[in-house]
Nanobody, 125 residues
């Protein structure tokens, strides 16, 4: 049974940083693309960043490019989302998700078949 568990969310001031973690179990880590998504109240879930199984391809949404960095650790079966220069509009519940193999475009929620429970990120002064 695939399980993804996010952590690291919280309240941060504008301009601050957070690092989200996504710990995975029940899957062969090296075969899966990992994506980070977010959903703000009243808005659709949107893709933020993705990293393929071998980390050979990394993709960012325009809204976070240059501020967020996605990475993965093969010894810990954990993915990370380093978020810098946070803005109030980054406020959302952040989810990690896993997709076996890869696809293009890389951040379509329907392509991901395992999801975490989400972690709240609030950017406010």
């Amino acid at each position: 049974q695939v399980q993804l568990v996010e952590s690291g969310g919280g309240l941060v001031q504008p301009g601050g940083s957070l690092r989200l973690s996504c710990a995975a179990s029940g899957l062969t880590w090296r075969y899966y693309t990992i994506g980070w998504f977010r959903q703000a109240p009243g808005r659709e879930r949107e893709g933020v960043a993705s990293i393929t199984s071998t980390a050979s391809n990394i993709y960012y949404a325009d809204s976070v490019k240059g501020r967020f960095t996605i990475s993965r650790d093969y010894t810990k079966n954990t993915a990370y989302l380093q978020m810098n220069s946070l803005k109030p509009e980054d406020t959302a519940v952040y989810y990690c998700a896993a997709m076996e193999g890869s696809n293009w475009p890389p951040l379509l929620p329907k392509d991901y078949n395992a999801w975490g429970q989400g972690t709240q990120v609030t950017v406010s002064s």
